[in-house]
């Protein structure tokens, strides 16, 4: 998504674990594992998602590529941005 244009999201469900893999820009995450670490499967580009939990809090772990850990409050949407430079996702919203 590039702001400033017209675009339409990609949207997909995906269950909560360690270790995730997105495909959409906008993603509802079921379950209430803690994730630690999420993977972009094309080719670790810097890219913006937004995350929303739908069954419960679900928690962002620091053992992985996520730079702060916080808590996702069900139904509300977190954006976090990949920088490929440094590794890691940033929280870009406080939550």
Same mark, same amino acid.
Do not use: C
């Given at each position: 998504m590039i702001p400033g244009r017209v675009s339409k999201l990609s949207e997909e469900v @995906? *269950? $909560? *674990?360690?270790? #995730? &893999? &997105?495909?959409?820009?906008? @993603?509802? #995450?079921?379950? $209430?594992?803690?994730?630690?670490t999420i993977d972009v499967p094309d080719g670790g580009f810097s890219k913006t998602i937004t995350l929303v939990p739908v069954d419960g809090a679900v928690a962002l772990g620091t053992s992985g590529n996520i730079l702060v850990g916080i808590t996702m409050a069900q139904n509300r949407a977190v954006t976090l941005t990949y920088s490929k430079l440094a590794g890691k996702w940033y929280i870009e919203n406080g939550v």
């Amino acid at each position: 998504m590039i702001p400033g244009r017209v675009s339409k999201l990609s949207e997909e469900v @995906v *269950a $909560s *674990a360690s270790s #995730i &893999v &997105v495909h959409s820009d906008l @993603v509802r #995450i079921t379950g $209430s594992t803690t994730i630690n670490t999420i993977d972009v499967p094309d080719g670790g580009f810097s890219k913006t998602i937004t995350l929303v939990p739908v069954d419960g809090a679900v928690a962002l772990g620091t053992s992985g590529n996520i730079l702060v850990g916080i808590t996702m409050a069900q139904n509300r949407a977190v954006t976090l941005t990949y920088s490929k430079l440094a590794g890691k996702w940033y929280i870009e919203n406080g939550v």
